[in-house]
Nanobody, 116 residues
Framework: QVHLVESGGGLVQAGGSLRLSCAAS????????MGWYRQAPGKQRELVAS???????SYADSVKGRFTISRDIAQNTVNLQMNTLKSEDTAVYYC??????????WGQGTQVTVSS
């Protein structure tokens, strides 16, 4: 099973930036897709951004223009650059990887707290 480890979460003021990283035990290019999800207290987990093996990206409407998902070949990570953070971005952020057999793996999550 793939092991995913998120890092980069923390406390930031509204308008600030954070960069999350997801390190995978296997090559990130071996996955059909990888993505970042988030779950706020009392809410369902939602997709924030995803990237396919071919590099195609997609974003939730709420983060378009503010967040950018990317892959770092050298570090073998998938990153989420989050700019102009808002209080409503506060959540636990999870990394998800889907392999070629369409089996999902999840990381343990990293807390992002945006103070207003």
């Amino acid at each position: 099973q793939v092991h995913l480890v998120e890092s980069g979460g923390g406390l930031v003021q509204a308008g600030g930036s954070l960069r999350l990283s997801c390190a995978a035990s296997g090559s990130i290019f071996s996955f059909n897709a990888m993505g970042w999800y988030r779950q706020a207290p009392g809410k369902q987990r939602e997709l924030v951004a995803s990237i396919t093996g071919g590099g195609r990206t997609s974003y939730a409407d709420s983060v378009k223009g503010r967040f950018t998902i990317s892959r770092d070949i050298a570090q073998n990570t998938v990153n989420l650059q989050m700019n102009t953070l808002k209080s409503e971005d506060t959540a636990v952020y999870y990394c998800r990887a889907t392999d070629l057999r369409k089996i999902d793996s999840w990381g343990q999550g990293t807390q992002v707290t945006v103070s207003s």
